[in-house]
DNA sequence: GTTCGGACGGACCGATCGGTCCGATACCAT
DNA sequence: ATGGTATCGGACCGATCGGTCCGTCCGAAC
């Protein structure tokens, strides 16, 4: 190996963990396998993150940074409608939730799985995901905003349901099946948008 | 001690069991807290619980035996007509998720932390909660049916995506604002099974 | 009072956890 | 060829994991 520190050692120990974290919960992963699979040395993934919450960190944050990046690509696409913008998030959310592999919403899982996320050392990965997902359900909120309805409010709430029940059902239910839920969210969310009339009482 | 077996042994540790499993996430409680805040020797509790697999499935089982009560209480307390019916389930999450303490559904929060449940020693409990929500789903479906809706496999999606919202949302939303997703998801509930004509396109 | 079964709970097992330290190795510049 | 540096990866640390075993104790039956 060269002199110089390292090129892409760090991306490649994140991207291990994420990988298995992501595919077998946090803490199912010890440090030991992530060493022995990103074949990098103890001490250089310790130098780079020096505890485990740390990496874990990282990998919410890069996982939020993706998504959100993802997700500006669906607004930017949808044109200047509004109503278009909040399904293209939507059908977004699908896109990701029908992808092969695809467990559930990192974050989301990640609370699921540290309800304590205030006290002790998880606070930072916690706080990383519990700030993602306000920021994604503002960006709805927003949009909404832009819609004059007369009740955003709960406009926004409706939404934000379809997103979270979206999510959480990529976790238990078959792949197969998940298209059906996929193409109600979308359809719901396009009715909930568009027709002011349409659905109320 | 009298030398009658034990009367409510099990029944003691399987609700301390259950309370920590519940609040702090099973592979974060150790067997040695359950005893130790059971009060009963380890003897005991490996003898109503040989392995920790099963005292987990034993958890899963009692919370959807309660569940299935409630949910067919609910029912019961509906009447007879099936859009009143389905409303009532809807709004019986709705009542669950606002308890206070509530930390999302057990049954979720167990897929999202345990992905691998087809091997290994998980098996048992993750077929409990797959189970369950199944079960669940069906008794939606099965409602649905009675509705003689036009397409009643995507009233039902909808439907459960909002169960599925609504009780993902218990895992990282404040307590304060729980309330305006339950009463969003049953306010939609409600106009999703009233207007067939009214909610369409 | 003696005996006997059940319950308590600590000692202990091997394995693994997160994390530290250090020797061996490989590479580059001189 | 040599020195220096950055990496690898195993040894090791204390703590904790799930689980087993056993000594102690207590209350009831005789």
Redesign the pocket.
Known sequence: ???????G?RD?ILGVASRLFYAHG???????????E??????????H???????VAAYLDQAAGRRADAAQRALDAAGEDPADRIVALVAEVGRVVDRPGFRGCAFRNYLAEFPDGAEG?DAAPTAVAREYLARSRRRIEDLVGELDRADPERLTERLWLLVDGLYVQATYREAADRHLGVAAAVGLARELVAGSAMVRS
């Open positions: 190996m060269p002199r110089t520190p390292a090129p050692t490649r946090v803490r199912a992963v010890g440090m030991s396998r992530i060493i022995s990103a074949g990098t040395g103890k001490n250089l993934l310790y130098q993150f020096p505890t485990k919450a740390d990496l050392e």
